[in-house]
């Protein structure tokens, strides 16, 4: 979305009082030093707010509340599932500190699981592991389970410690199919300390042969455009690997979305143009409805062909997602977005279901961040039913075969084989022989998930 057609919508914004009510208004006039963090945040809430109707009337409201507590007094039912809101807010000397997806961490995302025999320790389950990283350096790899930290068992109360700290020894373990059990590994290894990682969204590409078809398979982690808003260094490694898809004659495509959480808008926008029918490129991709307060509530964004110069268009007409309970935001964006233009065939789990944007504003004097919902995204066809996820038209857990979680790439990985198989016109999908069940308790992608799709202001 770019910045100046927002700024062109806001040209039709009525501009609204900046105080409500005369009582408030001399109230607020002898104590503004004390309500000014509070005013800012209502005032700014009134004018963008998706549900901003849904604001109690300022003489019901405590200007005198601390601002995160404020905050939440303001935000509607709608907003959010399960009692976690997906608007934000953040003191703004954390927000600056952070470069997103530099994660000063291991170098790994994981779930942690509970086996069904065993009612206190936790197992954790490598989901991947990102290059350059303490991890990395190790040799772990997707696929590994971690069952001791410094010969302690994981549990409940000390899991948190697999985001990140100093040197330790873990134990890893692998799945035996034979056994159908975890076993570790011969001796514990030492995890260096944790530090800053990069963690490029894009992870693996490779091209495959199936039935005739030439497949491009792309792990897609993040819409992240760079470590910064002016880098794009990560845009330019996704425009990169659509050159190479180009050069390599592809004419199918698995986008594995599995893990992918959201982000940012610009991504999603980029990421569709490459992917898109030729024919499609200028057409509408979609459009952000706003509140009542816009006289033009709908702002329309387009499949850009300018956006594809440093990459390459495919020209596709199917493309096969894949997918899971982390799926969200700005790749369910762009799920429903190439819909009206292309087949879009989904495999593995129900996707979480966000089908909002927010924009951040920020107050350096105040030393405040805020991300409140401002819009809900439509495609093209005015379509954007998808708050309960979208559902899969081939149902697949893969926790369900352990023999077949393998790493990213690996043909006879559960994910990509499904997907390979359809295309190549094997719908079969082999059942599982194992027997070993774990719950999954916590996963690590859901932490750093973004509440709705990044839109710039």
């Not at 926790?399 to 079969?428: C, K, V, Y």
């Amino acid at each position: 979305m770019k910045a100046r057609n927002l700024l062109i919508l806001l040209g039709g914004l009525f501009m609204l009082p900046l105080y409500f009510g005369s009582c408030a208004v001399d109230r607020w006039a002898a104590y503004a030093e004390r309500t000014q963090t509070d005013r800012w945040i209502d005032d700014t809430m009134r004018v963008w707010y998706y549900w901003n109707e849904d604001i109690p009337h300022t003489n019901d409201l405590n200007y005198f509340s601390a601002p995160f507590e404020f905050f939440a007094s303001l935000l509607s039912d709608k907003d959010g599932k399960a009692g976690r809101a997906y608007s934000t807010i953040d003191s703004l000397e954390s927000h600056t500190r952070s470069i997103p997806h530099t994660d000063y961490s291991y170098g790994f995302q994981f779930t942690t699981n509970r086996a069904e025999d065993n009612d206190t320790a936790l197992y954790a389950h490598l989901l991947y592991v990102t290059p350059d990283s303490p991890a990395g350096e190790i040799g772990l790899e997707r696929g590994d389970w971690i069952l001791e930290m410094d010969g302690e068992p994981i549990t409940q109360d000390n899991y948190t410690r697999l985001y990140g700290g100093g040197s330790m020894q873990v134990t890893v373990g692998y799945y035996d199919a034979v056994l159908d059990t975890i076993l570790p590994y011969a001796e514990p290894q030492t995890l260096p300390e944790a530090r800053a990682i990069s963690d490029n969204p894009v992870h693996y590409r490779n091209v495959y042969v199936s039935g005739g078809r030439r497949v491009g398979y792309l792990v897609y982690n993040h819409f992240t455009s760079g470590l910064s808003d002016t880098s794009g260094e990560f845009d330019e490694t996704l425009c990169e690997a659509f050159r190479y898809f180009a050069s390599q004659q592809v004419n199918e495509f698995v986008l594995d979305l599995r893990y992918n959480n959201g982000g940012q808008m610009t991504c999603a926008e980029l990421l569709c143009a490459m992917l898109a029918p030729s024919s499609a490129l200028g057409q509408p991709l979609g459009y952000l409805e706003f509140n009542t307060n816009f006289q033009e509530r709908e702002l329309p964004f387009y499949l850009e062909e300018s956006l594809t110069q440093s990459g390459a268009n495919l020209n596709l007409s199917r493309l096969y997602v894949l997918t899971g309970n982390e799926t969200a935001s700005a790749s369910e964006m762009l799920i429903n977005c190439l819909k009206p233009y292309m087949e879009v065939i989904l495999i593995g789990g129900v996707t979480e279901g966000k089908n909002v944007g927010s924009v951040t504003f920020a107050n350096p004097e105040l030393m405040l961040s805020m991300s409140p919902i401002v819009c809900k995204i439509y495609n093209a066809q005015g379509e954007s039913d998808y708050e309960q996820g979208f559902q899969p038209d081939i149902p697949l857990d893969e926790n369900g075969d352990l023999a077949r979680f393998l790493p990213f790439g690996n043909p006879d990985e559960l994910m990509l084989n499904t997907a390979l198989g359809l295309i190549g016109g094997d719908l079969s999908v082999a059942p599982s022989a194992a027997g070993f069940k774990s719950e999954v308790k916590h996963n690590s992608i859901a932490v750093r998930a973004a509440r709705a799709v990044e839109i710039e202001r």
